[in-house]
C-alpha cells in the first residue's frame, strides 16, 4: 500500500469546529448552548474540566463565530499580568463593536493567573454594557470565589459513566469522518478502541491519529501500542545527554503533560538498576503533580529530567 503524503496543517485546529452544532458535547450541554447563541447574547461564562482537550476552547471560540461578536482570545497563563487588563482588555471591551453586538473576551487557562482575577472582577462590571467574558480553566478551586460568582458555570469533565456512554460513539464518529475526509484507511474497530483508551482526551486522540497516519499511511491495531515519545529520546535520557534530550524535545513539539505518562510506562523499563526505577517514579508523580500549578510546563518537566539523570549517575 502506498504512503498518503498528510498536510503539515494540524488535525487540532484543522477540524476545530466554528459553530456550536460541530463541538463535540452531550445533547444537554449542545441544546443550552444552542439556545443562548439563538438569543444573540450570553451570560459570562466559566467552562472547566480537570481533564485536557475536552472542547472548552473551541465551544468558546465556536460561541463567539455563532453570535458574530469580536472577539479577544488571551492565554491567561502566559499573559498573567495587570498590564494586561489595563491595556488590552480595558482597550477592546471599552469601544462598541461594529455591529453593535457585545464583544466577548475569552481568558483561557485563567487558574493560571493569580495577578489577573482580582482586578477582573471590576472589569467585569464596568463593561457589562458592551462586553462578555468566557472563561476556561482545568481547577475551578484556583478561581477566586468573588470571581467565580460572576460567571456561570459548566462542568466539562465527561468523565462520568451516563456522559461517558453518550460522547463515546460522537469521538468515534468524528475521529473516522475525519480519516475518511483526509482519505486515510483504518479499521473502525481500532478507532474505538483508541477513543475509549484515550477518552477524554479528544485533542490527544487527534493528535496521534495524525502523527501516527504520517508515519503509516493508515490506521491500524499498532496505534494501540504507539508511543509519542522514541528511542532516540529514551537513549538521550538513559545516557544522561541533558542539553540533547531538553532540545530533542522541543524540536519534536512533543506535549509535556503527555510525556510523563509516556515515560512512566516506557522510560522506566529500560531503567536496569531497580533503586534508580524506584527513585524515577517518585520523579514522575511529584513532578507531574506539580506541574499542574505551574504555567510553563517545561520548568517541571525539565526539573524531572535532571532528578531522573543524576540518579543514573549513581548506577
Request: aromatic residues 10%; charged residues 25%; proline residues 3%.
Amino acid at each position: 500500500m502506498c504512503k498518503k503524503q498528510l498536510s503539515y496543517t494540524l488535525f487540532v485546529e484543522k477540524y476545530r469546529p466554528i459553530s456550536v452544532k460541530d463541538v463535540i458535547m452531550p445533547n444537554s450541554y449542545k441544546n443550552a448552548f444552542l439556545k443562548m447563541v439563538q438569543g444573540g447574547e450570553i451570560q459570562n461564562l466559566l467552562l472547566y474540566s480537570s481533564y485536557p482537550g475536552s472542547g472548552k476552547t473551541s465551544l468558546a471560540k465556536a460561541i463567539c463565530n455563532d453570535i458574530g461578536s469580536d472577539f479577544m482570545y488571551i492565554n491567561a497563563s502566559e499573559d498573567s499580568g495587570i498590564d494586561v487588563l489595563r491595556n488590552e482588555i480595558r482597550r477592546f471591551a471599552s469601544g462598541k463593536s461594529i455591529n453593535g453586538k457585545k464583544k466577548i473576551v475569552i481568558l483561557d487557562e485563567l487558574d493560571g493567573s493569580k495577578g489577573l482575577q482580582p482586578g477582573l472582577r471590576g472589569a467585569i462590571e464596568e463593561f457589562h454594557n458592551t462586553c462578555r467574558f468566557i472563561a476556561t480553566c482545568n481547577h475551578i478551586n484556583k478561581i477566586i470565589p468573588p470571581l467565580r460568582s460572576r460567571f456561570q458555570e459548566f462542568d466539562f469533565n465527561m468523565n462520568l459513566s451516563n456522559l461517558r456512554a453518550e460522547m463515546i460513539p460522537k469521538v468515534i464518529k468524528r475521529i473516522c469522518g475525519i480519516l475518511t475526509n483526509e482519505k486515510i484507511e483504518y479499521e473502525e474497530e481500532v478507532i474505538k478502541e483508541l477513543v475509549e483508551t484515550r477518552y477524554p482526551d479528544v485533542r490527544k486522540m487527534y493528535t496521534i491519529i495524525q502523527q501516527y497516519s504520517n508515519m503509516s499511511g493508515t490506521i491500524d491495531k499498532n496505534i494501540l501500542n504507539f508511543s509519542e515519545s522514541d528511542e532516540k529520546l529514551y537513549e538521550l535520557v538513559l545516557t544522561k545527554k541533558f542539553t540533547a534530550a531538553r532540545q530533542y524535545i522541543l524540536d519534536n513539539g512533543y506535549d509535556f503533560d503527555s510525556l510523563y505518562t509516556d515515560f512512566y510506562k516506557n522510560l522506566v523499563p529500560k531503567i536496569k538498576n531497580k533503586k534508580s526505577q524506584h527513585s524515577a517514579i517518585r520523579a514522575i508523580g511529584e513532578w507531574n503533580y506539580r506541574a499542574a500549578f505551574c504555567t510553563d510546563k517545561e520548568i517541571p518537566f525539565v526539573t524531572m529530567l535532571l532528578e531522573i539523570m543524576s540518579e543514573l549517575e549513581n548506577e
